[in-house]
């Protein structure tokens, strides 16, 4: 083999493990103050360890937070404008969206090149301040998209949430026989305390009236026997009440219509 090409083929061969190569990757997660009540906040931090070659990488958190960066970056990109995430509504006059993270940034990623053998260390912020349904936590989920290769996703471990938590309610009407409406729902995670009130945006008025107030059970509850004392479209929400410090007050979100002949 000519001399030339010998020594273009190691190279070669010398380059293509650093192009590819990813940053190595450290977690710590802390919490900022006390977790028993709300806001709740959790500290993540993130270091990145580049290799034999300079590594550059787009971050982004989940839940959205803003991302601060320390050590020696080169080239760093922060967003600074941006269009925020769209308003959501409801169909009807009930809207009460269920948002326990606080709001973040509209943009919420960073990129940077990590000098060759240095160590870059970025942080972010979840905090909590509505209560959470049982599948929110505090935990962070990094996404790190490297320049060369393929992006992955890092979860940080946070410490557990120990104040209340919210309830997810969800509900269906329907007429029987005798003319009279049957409302029946779940209370998640199967709250087995409190009560549940059932309110209504009569047709043609503009304030809700309460309907009823039942118990909750083994995650249902129920009210039977309504009789509206009007027809047309009648728009229905819950709410929940707690008894006890495990859980907190929450609603439904969007309203539930029934058309009263």
Excluded: K
């Excluded at 990813?22 to 290799?51: K, M, Q, W």
């Excluded at 169909?91 to 990590?114: K, L, N, Q």
């Excluded at 209504?200 to 008025?205: K, N, W």
Aim: proline share 9%; with cysteine; hydrophobic share 45%.
């Amino acid at each position: 083999m000519p001399r030339l090409l010998a020594l273009a083929v190691v190279v070669l061969l010398a380059a293509a493990p650093a192009a590819a190569a990813n940053p190595s990757i450290s977690v710590t997660a802390g919490r900022d103050g006390s977790l028993r009540a709300l806001p709740a906040t959790v500290v993540h931090e993130l270091a990145l360890t580049a290799g034999v070659a300079p590594e550059t990488v787009e971050v982004g958190v989940f839940p959205f937070a803003r991302i601060d960066v320390s050590g020696p970056v080169e080239a760093l990109r922060v967003p600074e404008t941006g269009v925020g995430p769209s308003l959501a509504t409801c169909p009807g006059r009930w809207t009460r969206f269920h948002a326990p993270y606080a709001e973040g940034p509209s943009f919420d990623d960073v990129s940077f090149t990590i000098p060759a053998g240095a160590t870059v260390e970025l942080s972010a912020r979840v905090r909590l301040t509505g209560a959470p349904w049982a599948d929110e936590t505090l935990d962070a989920t990094w996404s790190i998209d490297p320049l060369f290769g393929r992006t992955f996703d890092v979860v940080s471990n946070a410490p557990l949430y120990a104040g209340p938590v919210g309830v997810e309610l969800d509900f269906q009407a329907r007429r029987t026989a005798d003319g009279s409406y049957v409302v029946a729902g779940t209370a998640e995670p199967d709250v087995n305390a409190g009560r549940v009130e059932l309110w209504a945006y009569p047709p043609r008025r503009e304030r809700a009236v309460r309907l009823a107030r039942t118990r909750v059970r083994d995650g249902h509850w129920a009210v039977t026997g309504w009789r509206p004392d009007r027809s047309g479209r009648w728009e229905l929400y819950a709410r929940y009440r707690p008894a006890g410090t495990a859980h907190a007050s929450d609603t439904s979100q969007c309203g539930t219509f029934v058309r009263v002949p």
